[in-house]
């Protein structure tokens, strides 16, 4: 395969207009300042399903597509905790294609809601069949797609070097853009983001200094993975090679981030949270710099998880951040006026026009019921 015609793959995808860069926020801490780059609208009501997922998910399906991998009769199945799949049944629906979304446990149920309104059928996986952090979820995918291997075609983003290499000629380009960079901080989930990212930096031998965000292993940060520590497995995609420092955040830290940067008049997703609460730590060591962090979506698709976890949080949040009080119930009466979700369902129907029948939702113990009524077989 030549190397040049994937770059101009890839280079030809960044220049479509959904794909374009969407704007940053700079946030300033004495004489340190944390630039928050936006993956999505500053009105994220206009394109509300906008993430980060979108740059991978294009390309990895433009890619098999024009490989002639996916054809008329076969379905796409990915493993994912909401964004990649959305941003790729998108794609993929409009094209004509099924698409089978393997999701965790812990997924928001408003997310499978928007999943299944999109025309996505859900196998979900149930907690008894969970193991660390999502190593079911993925494995069983794999599994499903080689044994039905004619029917089925698996967009791995775990295991797939487009995902790395979208963020490397895409997000890695738009941070250079943003000027000079001291330190970056940034949420580890399928870890392509991370290794685009650290890629780039490696390549063109920059000073700036990464360091990838983690969760707790059990957490309430959809969209992100305890990689290294307590697991076994981590995705291929990633290096411990080029991954020099990993820190891990706690929910409570997370959502107090979450709190801070709708303080700031960012509506982010509680992965945000997550990575600017390591940022506005690290702007309280150094002396001054600049510290990037990426919102890699809004909060959308997660109001009604917020707000309930929220209630349940505030007390900690409020001990450990005690300045944060009053902030925090403004947030939770900001979460209370949002979209319910059969207004967030509506609006998607109009903004997408998905004009398919609904998907469906089975359990992990209903696969044979899944795949009889897609007509899949052996």
């Keep these: 395969m030549d190397s040049r015609l994937l770059i101009e793959d890839i280079l030809e995808c960044s220049r479509k207009h959904y794909l374009k ?11 340190t ?23 991978p998910a294009t390309l990895l399906f433009e890619d098999i597509y024009s490989k002639g991998f996916i054809r008329p009769g076969r379905t796409i199945i990915t493993a994912s905790s909401g ?17 089978i979304g393997v999701t965790p446990p812990r997924i928001p149920s408003e997310n499978l809601k928007i999943l299944t309104a999109l025309g996505v059928n859900i196998l979900h996986i149930t907690e008894e ?3 660390c952090p999502r190593e079911t979820t993925v494995f ?16 791995d983003q775990y295991n797939s070097w487009q995902n790395v290499m979208a963020h490397l000629y ?4 738009e941070i250079k853009e943003l000027g000079e960079i001291d330190y970056a901080c940034i949420p580890l989930g399928s870890t392509g983001t991370f290794m685009g990212i650290s890629t780039g930096c490696s390549l063109e031998k920059q000073k700036m200094k990464i360091i990838g965000v ?9 969209g992100v993975h305890h990689i290294i520590g307590e697991c076994e497995w981590s995705p291929e995609i990633f290096s411990s090679l080029i991954s020099r420092e990993i820190v891990t955040i706690d929910d409570v830290d997370a959502y107090a981030g979450l709190v801070m940067l709708w303080n700031n008049g960012i509506p982010a997703g509680p992965s945000t949270g997550m990575a600017f609460i390591q940022a506005v730590k690290l702007a309280k060591q150094i002396k001054e710099g600049n510290i990037l962090t990426i919102s890699a979506d809004s909060i959308f698709a997660y109001r009604d998880y917020v707000l309930e976890y929220m209630k349940e949080i505030i007390y900690q949040i409020n001990a450990r951040y005690p300045e944060l009080e009053e902030d925090c119930l403004r947030y939770i009466e900001w ?40 007509q899949i077989s052996t």
């Design 214 to 222: 983690q969760p707790t292993r059990f957490h309430h940060i959809p």
């Design 21 to 31: 860069p969407t704007g940053s926020r700079i946030i300033n801490f004495n004489n």
């Design 83 to 99: 964004n990649f799949l959305r941003e790729l049944a998108i794609i993929a629906l409009n094209h004509g294609f099924k698409v």
């Design 129 to 131: 069949y969970d193991l």
């Design 170 to 173: 895409m997000t890695w380009r």
């Design 335 to 374: 979460l209370r006026k949002l979209p319910t979700i059969n207004e967030r369902l509506e609006l998607i129907r109009r903004i997408y026009r998905m004009a398919g029948e609904p998907g469906r939702i089975f359990q992990f113990d209903n696969e044979e019921e899944l795949l009889k009524e897609m």
């Design 140 to 155: 069983y995918t794999r599994s499903l797609a080689e044994k039905y291997r004619f029917n089925l075609v698996n967009i």
């Design 33 to 55: 300042s944390i630039i928050v780059k936006l993956e999505y609208p500053t009105d994220f009501l206009t394109d509300p399903l906008r993430t980060i997922k979108r740059k």
